[in-house]
């Protein structure tokens, strides 16, 4: 019995670490990504257990960061409408929980998403190759693996550049639908 308790909490504790873990706070946060100054990283990135919300926080050139989420909970259409909470798919800025009421909420194909579209656009091409990220974007749109193998890249890599290639795939379906 005393097997299965230690079992049990090694993997809870192991599990914890591939959560995502909130940044710390910091006296240099934005809420508007206009303010940002280039080069922009993605200090962290994640994603929630409520069904796959992501996160991520960024850092400029001058050290001011910005936390913000984008909203893929499972939450209902008709639960968010009577609880007020956002829309699924919503870029929620200035914070790293989709549950946090103080969030700015962009706009649908508004300004802030494209400026963290095209951070995001910048970063990717900045720290990786164009095989890399045709690959783990072919292996998004499919919901397939990605081959680690194939591109040269460690596990926490992969991860990293599988994370920032969903958000930016979902931020261009936002910013740029297709007729």
């Known amino acids: ?17 591939f959560a995502w873990a909130c940044p710390p706070e ?10 940002l100054v280039e080069p922009v990283d993605v200090v962290s990135a994640g994603t929630h257990r409520d ?14 960061q ?9 939450l209902s259409d008709a639960k968010r409408k009577k609880t007020g909470a956002p829309e699924r798919g919503q870029l929620l800025i200035g914070v790293s ?3 946090d009421s103080s ?7 508004g300004p802030e998403e494209h400026r963290i579209l095209d951070l995001l656009r910048v970063y990717l091409d900045r720290e990786y ?3 890399q990220r045709a690959v783990v974007r072919s292996a998004c749109l499919q919901r397939e693996a990605v081959p680690l193998a194939d591109l040269g890249l460690n596990s926490e890599q992969a991860i990293h550049l599988r994370l920032l290639m969903q958000a930016t795939i979902h931020l261009e379906e936002r910013c740029e639908p297709s007729n």
Do not use: W, Y
């Open 26 to 35: 910091s006296d240099a946060r934005v809420v508007d990504p206009a303010v």
């Open 1 to 17: 019995m005393r097997h299965r308790c230690l079992t049990g909490l090694l993997v809870v504790l192991v599990l914890s670490e």
């Open 51 to 64: 069904g796959g919300s992501f996160a991520a926080l960024l850092e400029d050139a001058e050290g001011k």
């Open 97 to 99: 929980n989709p549950g």
């Open 66 to 74: 910005m936390p913000f989420c984008i909203d893929l909970g499972l």
């Open 129 to 131: 190759t164009p095989e």
């Open 103 to 109: 969030a700015v909420r962009g706009q649908r194909g």
